[in-house]
């Protein structure tokens, strides 16, 4: 597998908001990238769609929006790129008519993994992004 492509392992919640309150996070791995950038890809727009959703839906729950990478690269760097992504999720969710004033960002990098780094299929999970409630 090309370690610029995007994984999705089909574990998608069928239902985000469902996830999102019996777990308090749930990990979006339907939110694309360009490789090595912010910047969203289109086919993020479903999953987009769900958060816009939940906020509407939901009008007194607050998301903190996160954004992780694998251990590929320079570790600050990566920290950053996660904070950007993050940013940029919201700013989308913003466009799509979402409450961003109820989001906030943070970027992990590569500090919180949900699985191994040492395969291209491992590393694809720890690049995510994470919509967590605030308590």
Do not use: C, W
């Not at 939940?54 to 920290?79: M, P």
């Not at 969710?93 to 395969?119: E, F, Q």
């Amino acid at each position: 597998m090309n370690a610029s492509a995007a994984y999705d392992d089909g574990s998608r919640p069928a239902n985000f908001s469902a996830e999102l309150k019996q777990h308090g996070n749930v990990d979006l791995y339907g939110i694309y990238f360009d490789f090595a950038s912010a910047n969203l890809r289109a086919e993020s727009q479903p999953t987009l769609k769900q958060i816009v959703d939940f906020l509407r839906d939901n009008k007194s729950q607050k998301l903190v929006i996160e954004g992780h990478t694998d251990n590929i690269g320079n570790k600050n760097a990566n920290i950053a790129l996660s904070h950007r992504r993050a940013q940029s999720v919201i700013a989308e969710i913003g466009r799509m008519g979402g409450d961003v004033s109820r989001l906030s960002a943070a970027g992990y990098g590569s500090d919180r993994p949900v699985s191994d780094n040492t395969s291209d299929a491992g590393r694809a999970l720890n690049r995510r992004v994470t919509a967590r409630l605030v308590k």
